[in-house]
């Protein structure tokens, strides 16, 4: 979620935007993911590519497999809290969260892409909003050569939300509906694009396709329904359920 001053109350932090310790959630700054993490991630998604792949007799992979048992046991210590939000600050002291396990964009989740969107200006034909440019491998095959739907929907759904936070309306999605009008290729240079169409009180409504050069392999839209600085500061029940 990308929170803006727009948004500052008593939950502020530092730069004005809304925090997500207001929610009792830990946050982690970008900065503080060590580089060494980062390249055990990059080495960790080529070992899962690897091993949904691999034809290697038995006696290789017992072998790995007492390996990697063996690293395992090693890095199990010092877990971070489920919900840990991970923060990247932006010259106009806006502030962006996200979980830093999430699945689509976490940066310390081997199994995300990663999806990297990052947000745009308006342009002749396109609307403010958030875009990224993306390659798939095998392991988010579904039918033969191509990107299992379920996949495509997170993806979008991913979008969906981070332009709606971009606008600097955070919130979480009460209604995804996606489309595939064409089958979106493995191993193929894909863009997403994610933007707002217009608010109603809490609700945002948000747009998102998916091409595969000029050709559109899917469209997601979606209500998300803003998390207001209140409920951080103890707003009441009935307004989280809103």
């Given amino acids: 979620m990308t929170l803006d001053a727009s948004q500052a109350s008593t939950t502020e932090n530092g730069s004005g935007t809304l925090d997500p310790a207001a929610f009792g959630l ?30 290697a007799p038995p006696e290789r992979l017992a ?3 007492t390996i990697v048992t063996e690293l395992a046991d090693q890095l199990d210590m010092d877990r971070r809290e489920i919900g840990t939000m991970l923060r990247r600050d ?11 396990t999430n699945v689509v964009t976490g940066i310390t989740n081997p199994a995300a892409p990663p999806l990297e969107l990052k947000r745009h200006e308006a342009g002749e034909e396109t609307p403010a909003g958030v ?22 929907s997170a993806m979008l759904d991913q979008a969906l939300g981070e332009a709606a936070s971009a606008a600097g309306m ?3 999605t009460a ?33 998102a396709e998916i091409r595969n050069g000029d050709q559109v392999t899917a469209r997601g839209s979606a209500i998300m329904v803003q998390i ?13 359920s809103t």
């Fill in 170 to 172: 955070p919130g979480l």
């Fill in 131 to 152: 875009s990224a440019a993306i390659t798939l491998g095998g392991v988010y095959q579904g039918p033969p050569g191509l990107v299992h739907g379920g996949w495509i």
């Fill in 175 to 207: 209604h995804l509906e996606a489309d595939y009008p064409n089958p979106t290729p493995l191993f193929t240079p894909l863009t997403i694009r994610a933007w707002v169409t217009g608010s109603e009180r809490r609700k945002v409504f948000v747009r």
């Fill in 63 to 65: 072998h790995a497999s």
């Fill in 26 to 55: 830990p946050v982690v700054a970008d900065a503080e993911i060590p580089a060494e993490l980062h390249e055990l991630v990059a080495g960790m998604r080529r070992l899962v590519d690897v091993v949904a792949h691999t034809g």
């Fill in 90 to 100: 932006y010259p106009d002291a806006s502030a962006e969260y996200g979980t830093v």
């Fill in 228 to 240: 207001l600085p209140t409920l951080a500061a103890g707003g009441d029940a009935t307004q989280r």
